[in-house]
């Protein structure tokens, strides 16, 4: 049975806007904090601290970031003390902060709102940055997704291009206050080394992926004016590949391979 956080979570009323819903399972905060175990880390969006706590614990040091000033405020009141001197809080909007601002960390470990995940793993690409992240269990089917299986999308090839992926732990919808509708799960997330998809070629499979159950021929053919090519080229480039799938049963890296010769034709022009 899980412990659960119940003194007066409702003090402080979470607002929509923030997509705010509060950690209440200290096993699951306890779990997500062993990876800043002797790290230095950054959090985002604490909330009432259950996380933060479990991370000043065992880290060297946590620098967490808090948008709405009401929790701010109450962290400050609760935590900044002789317990907590490897705590620094900033009371900011996340993505306004620059490197500057955040100081030097290892890791991101962070129960998000839904709301931010997909502009969270751009931001994790762009800073070259290691993340344990709590996120929504449809976002993370949709990470971890193969070719093949319905759940196989733009969001899985991108993950799997840009990204190594390591499933942690299923949260349950009651870990959280208010209790979401959906279940969430804590993912591992680490930026890939070398040869990556840039964004003309995310552009390019995200339009192939709208005929994700077409043939990559009849794809090409039926996306030639959006992708900026003619039927001769389109059927030219399926047959350079030679692929005979649909586009949902293609891995990333043929999806990655097929964007590069139409951007190839595209420049040419």
Wanted: aromatic share 6%; glycine share 4%; with cysteine.
């Amino acid at each position: 049975m899980e412990k659960k956080e119940t003194d007066a979570t409702e003090r402080i009323k979470p607002l929509r806007k923030f997509g705010q819903n509060f950690l209440v399972c200290r096993e699951i905060a306890e779990k997500e904090a062993q990876f800043g175990q002797n790290k230095n880390v950054i959090e985002l969006g604490p909330g009432r601290g259950m996380l933060t706590r479990e991370l000043c614990a065992v880290s060297n040091h946590v620098t967490t970031i808090e948008i709405d000033k009401r929790l701010y405020d109450r962290l400050h009141a609760e935590l900044i003390n002789e317990e907590a001197k490897n705590l620094k809080l900033i009371n900011a909007d996340f993505f306004s902060l620059n490197e500057k601002d955040m100081g030097k960390f290892d890791i991101l470990i962070s129960n998000i709102p839904y709301n931010i995940s997909s502009k969270l793993l751009n931001w994790l690409i762009k800073n070259d940055v290691e993340a344990v992240l709590c996120l929504q269990k449809e976002f993370v089917d949709h990470m971890l997704a193969k070719p093949s299986s319905k759940k196989y999308s733009r969001l899985s090839v991108f993950s799997h291009l840009f990204f190594d992926l390591e499933h942690v732990a299923s949260v349950p919808s009651t870990c959280f206050y208010p209790r979401p509708k959906v279940d969430s799960e804590i993912i591992r997330i680490k930026k890939k080394r070398g040869a990556i998809a840039g964004k003309d070629e995310m552009a390019v499979i995200s339009i192939l992926m709208e005929h994700k159950k077409k043939k990559f021929r009849n794809a090409l053919i039926d996306s030639r004016k959006k992708l900026g090519i003619s039927k001769d080229e389109a059927v030219a480039i399926a047959a350079q590949m030679a692929v005979e799938d649909r586009i949902f049963k293609m891995n990333p890296e043929e999806l990655l391979a097929g964007a590069r010769k139409i951007i190839g034709i595209t420049n040419k022009k």
